[in-house]
Nanobody, 128 residues
């Protein structure tokens, strides 16, 4: 049974930082592209960042480039999202997701519908 468990969310003032973690189990973690998505009330889920199965390639939503950093530790089956210079518009429920890309040859996956597994989310609230 595959599980993705996010942690690290919370309430922070604008300009602050948070580090999200997503611990995976029940899958061969190093086979998977890992992504972070977010969803605010009344809005669709949107892509934030992704990292290839070996960590060699990363991709970001334009509005978070230079502020967010995605990384992974395959030995610990964990993916991270370091979020700096947070803004009120970053407030959302943040999800991690896993897509089996090693066998397909795809390096980075961005569409949410192509991800195989999802976590339950962790809330990030940025106050102004």
């Amino acid at each position: 049974q595959v599980q993705l468990v996010e942690s690290g969310g919370g309430l922070v003032q604008a300009g602050g930082s948070l580090r999200l973690s997503c611990a995976a189990s029940g899958l061969t973690f190093s086979n998977y592209c890992m992504g972070w998505f977010r969803q605010s009330p009344g809005k669709e889920r949107e892509f934030v960042a992704a990292i290839s199965w070996n960590g060699g390639t990363t991709y970001y939503k334009d509005s978070v480039k230079g502020r967010f950093t995605i990384s992974r530790d395959n030995a610990k089956n964990t993916v991270f999202l370091q979020m700096n210079s947070l803004k009120p518009e970053d407030t959302a429920l943040y999800y991690c997701a896993a897509d089996d890309t090693l066998s397909s040859g795809v390096v980075i996956t961005t569409p949410a519908e192509e991800y195989d597994y999802w976590g339950q989310g962790t809330q990030v609230t940025v106050s102004s």
